[in-house]
């Protein structure tokens, strides 16, 4: 035998021995605590849910604050951190009083300052908290475990505010903390929630995470999307950010992380066949796809072009363009989404028919003159770049002359906010969603604001008669004329406004390791209630 | 030599100064806004002019170039728009992942490529060396993705010997930290052991055929001391100058790793910054990459001196 032959035979023989030691380590890590390992939907940059709307800071912002009041599965709302409120006769005082216990993360008891401080905060942020603060003439603290938000005319939507389930939630601060500047990011992470944030851990692109608080003192009812008893049930929480696909499936499979929040549609077949694996879709409300149009610049700022889209948008094209699986996807037509009780069909005769005949005779009704139309595709995100693809084809169909500009969707954040003519760097059309959650109120959706370029959303529909009907409804208390007024509404959103048009619902699956339990019913993933066997 | 250094080191000032002009200028006229991506898809457009307002983002490129490179200047490499964190504190955080899977990558392929080339040139022509100059083929051929996910799916899913993501810091112990670069060393490390096995197989091929190594067998040296002692330090230049240009070659092939095996370092830093236009780190993260570029190609070129004493500066 050669040296070299017996080298080689060395070698092997240490390879031998060193992969299975190499193995071996770090087997048993982290039995003695019950941790939690989350996939989620993106990464923690931010840590102030009052400075952003991003939704991975919403979900943060759950882990360490508590609210006033909370949104259960359906969507109604109770007192959460508030044991007790009541309502003055003419409507206009609201009382409030805090539950026993409450602590900050510092260990200071939460007081009536702190929360009004904290209200103050978020209604400078907020749409919704814009619009109480607009109709509350005084926050008062009474005693340290009491306040008062007196109004200067009743308003209906006062608790369903402090109760709003998604961006920007009212998370309660301490004082020191809400009283500084709602632009610009709070310094600390001081809550008073069922998590602590471990700042020393937190690696940004990386991992987040939470130990239990020990403190914290639950609600005695069963736990219901965010509202009733935060029980924890482990001792730390870890978020790891793998954004590639592929590498989050393997990682579940491999028994690296207990629970991934949106796999990929195209991996689901494979997780659904592991018998390891649960999937499930926890957000009932899904997700509401919406074609944005410029009603800035022609031809989309006459209401009969923008009409002509809506009779030349087939939903189902879309949701198979984009999510394929039809048991996660439904063609809804209404505005405040399938499954609310703000779901009305009436008006959505255009989006339900598709008849690209009506959709041409109205853009030559509207006087379109062959403009080229802007189309911006992000390709970085694959939902909106699949439906970008499906809008190009069906403007062309019905006569548009369309160029589809590529970019990563930070460019498009960006460009969108032009208001310049598409042809001097503006646009035409984007795509976007939304959470159900966050449309399924007329006041919460910002899609359907009608403020113009003053105070609507990137594409600046402007109308007063859905600003008003907006209105109506935030300060109707009564159910059934609320449903009339959101009825009226949609009616103006399709016969002329036409804000966006809705391209689908579809649901987004979470899935877990079958050793996990609790996992809640909601819009929001939450992590308290999850047990690990 | 001492003259040398000091000249190239002064030399890296103009080099890092223009780098840093030109990351800069190409950043902040690409398009993207992260006043935008900060307030989220849902924020009204006043509150994106305030942030942006408040971040300094409104103020002239001149300005906000100058008042960067007074930071850096003064060792301050400034703060994350996003997370409100130092770069350096961010930059150091990642560093170590970083560090060891170039690292080890490096020793990997340099270890096992070094002896492959030599081999092939002592049995050039024979099945041996054919074998090789597959492997190495294949090497160039296979992109790192591939091959990650091919050493993920047989040795994390199949055998269960290595996880398929994340990285143990030394200190949490060795053979943990073993066990969380071994595949991605070998994933990055295949690319640059066709390289180098490459260059090492021509650079010895070359020396082989000259007159002092038919004067050293002649004389009786035995074959190992041929190889190592006259051919391999003679053939060394070409090959140290590839493993340079490897290490150059490594910023690339890490970030794709650490995408791949979900390792926290400065690649993965570098790309969330840049989807998310987070400037400062961007800047930051360049500029650590192009200061240890300049000063492994310092390294390379001195070493030439000592593996060759012909060369002088």
């Given amino acids: ?533 | 030599m001492y003259a040398y250094i000091a000249k190239r080191t002064l030399a890296v000032i103009p080099v890092m100064l223009v780098v840093a002009l030109v990351v800069f200028l190409l950043l902040h006229l690409t398009p993207g806004d992260p006043a935008a991506v900060i307030a989220g898809d849902y924020a009204r457009p006043e509150d994106i002019v305030r942030i942006r307002k408040q971040l300094g983002l409104d103020e002239p490129l001149y300005i906000q170039f100058s008042t960067w490179l007074w930071s850096v200047l003064r060792g301050d490499l400034g703060v994350s728009i996003f997370s409100n964190m130092p770069v350096s504190k961010l930059i150091g955080q990642r560093l170590e992942p970083t560090l060891a899977l170039s690292v080890s990558t490096i020793l990997f392929s340099v270890l096992i490529a070094v002896p492959m080339g030599v081999w092939a040139a002592w049995r050039s022509g024979t099945w041996v060396d054919r074998s090789i100059m597959v492997f190495a083929v294949l090497g160039f051929s296979v992109p790192v993705f591939v091959i990650g996910y091919v050493l993920i799916y047989v040795f994390s899913l199949k055998f269960g010997w290595f996880p398929v993501q994340g990285y143990k810091a030394i200190g949490d112990g060795f053979l943990p930290f073993l066990r969380s670069i071994a595949l991605p060393t070998i994933a990055l490390g295949v690319v640059y052991v066709a390289l180098i096995a490459r260059i090492s197989r021509a650079s010895m091929l070359e020396v082989l055929n000259e007159d002092y190594i038919r004067t050293a067998r002649a004389k009786g040296q035995v074959e190992r001391k041929v190889m190592m002692r006259h051919a391999l330090k003679n053939a060394a230049v070409p090959i140290i100058t590839i493993i340079g240009i490897g290490i150059a070659l490594l910023i690339g092939g890490v970030v794709v790793t650490e995408s791949v095996f979900n390792i926290p370092g400065l690649g993965r830093l570098t790309i969330d910054a840049v989807l998310r236009r987070d400037y400062p780190i961007i800047q930051g993260v360049i500029l650590v990459f192009s200061a240890a570029y300049v000063i492994v190609n310092l390294l390379i070129d001195i070493s030439y001196s000592f593996l060759d004493p012909r060369i002088r500066y």
């Avoid at chain 1, 602590?196 to 219901?224: L, Q, T």
């Avoid at chain 1, 996660?328 to 009780?341: D, E, R, V």
């Avoid at chain 1, 109205?362 to 995100?381: F, H, N, R, S, V």
């Avoid at chain 1, 009608?450 to 907006?470: Q, Y």
């Fill in chain 1, 1 to 533: 035998m050669t040296t070299i032959s017996r080298r080689l035979r060395s070698a092997a023989v240490a390879l031998a021995v060193a992969v299975p030691m190499l193995a071996s380590a770090g087997v048993g890590d982290a039995l003695a605590e019950k941790v939690l390992r989350i996939v989620p939907h993106a990464d923690l940059k931010n840590l102030d849910p009052i400075w952003t709307t991003a939704y991975i800071t919403r979900n943060h912002g759950y882990m360490v604050y508590d609210t006033l009041f909370a949104s259960d599965e359906n969507l109604d709302v109770h007192p959460q951190m508030v044991d007790t409120f009541k309502v003055s006769g003419d409507g206009k005082t609201y009382t409030f009083t805090l539950r026993d216990g409450l602590k900050w993360h510092d260990g200071a008891m939460v007081k009536a300052e702190d929360c009004v401080a904290s209200i103050k905060r978020w209604g400078k942020r907020d749409g919704m908290g814009q619009k109480l603060m607009d109709f509350t003439a005084e926050m008062k603290v009474v005693d340290d475990k009491t306040f008062q938000i007196i109004l200067n005319e009743p308003y209906g939507l006062v608790i369903e505010s402090l109760g709003k389930i998604s961006s920007n939630v009212p998370f309660m601060m301490p004082k020191r903390l809400a009283d500084l500047d709602a632009f610009k990011a709070v310094p600390e992470v001081v809550g008073s929630g069922p998590f602590i944030f471990k700042k020393d851990e937190w690696v940004p692109g990386s991992k987040v995470v939470y130990v239990k608080n020990n403190d914290y003192k639950p609600r005695s009812e069963p736990a219901s999307a965010a509202s009733g008893g935060k029980v924890v049930k482990v001792d730390r929480v870890e978020w790891l950010y793998i954004p590639d696909p592929a590498t989050a499936m393997n990682a579940l499979v491999n028994g690296e992380v207990d629970l991934w929040e949106t796999p990929a549609p195209d991996m689901l077949p494979l997780l659904k066949a592991n018998a390891d694996i649960k999937a499930a879709v926890i957000d009932p409300l899904g997700t509401q796809g919406w074609l944005r149009m410029n009603h800035l610049h022609p031809p989309f700022n006459n209401p009969k072009a923008r009409q002509a889209v809506l009779w030349a948008v087939n939903q189902e094209e879309y949701l198979q363009a984009i999510i394929g699986d039809p048991t996660l996807y439904k063609a809804c037509a209404a505005y405040f989404i399938c499954g609310t009780p703000n779901e009305t069909q009436i008006g959505t005769e255009a989006l339900k028919a598709v008849n690209l005949d009506k959709a041409k005779q109205l853009l030559k009704e509207a006087g379109y003159k062959g403009e080229k139309i802007i189309l911006m595709q992000p390709t970085d995100i694959p939902v909106l770049n699949g439906a970008s693809l499906v809008t190009a084809q069906m403007l062309r169909s019905i006569g548009m002359d369309v160029e589809v500009q590529a970019m990563d969707w930070s460019t498009l954040t960006s460009r969108r906010a032009e208001k310049k003519a598409p042809a001097d760097g503006g646009w035409n059309v984007f795509h976007t969603y939304s959470t159900g959650a966050d449309v399924q109120s007329p006041v919460a959706n910002i899609g359907i604001s009608g403020g113009g370029v003053e105070k609507a959303w990137f594409g600046w529909p402007t109308d007063d008669v859905t600003e008003k009907l907006r209105d109506d409804y935030a300060r109707e208390a009564d159910p059934a004329e609320k449903k009339a007024i959101v009825e009226k509404l949609q009616t103006r959103l399709f016969d002329h406004l036409v804000p966006y048009v809705n391209y689908g619902q579809w649901f987004q699956p979470v899935v877990w390791r079958s050793n996990l339990s609790g996992v809640l019913v909601s819009p929001v993933p939450f992590f308290w209630n999850i047990d690990i066997k």
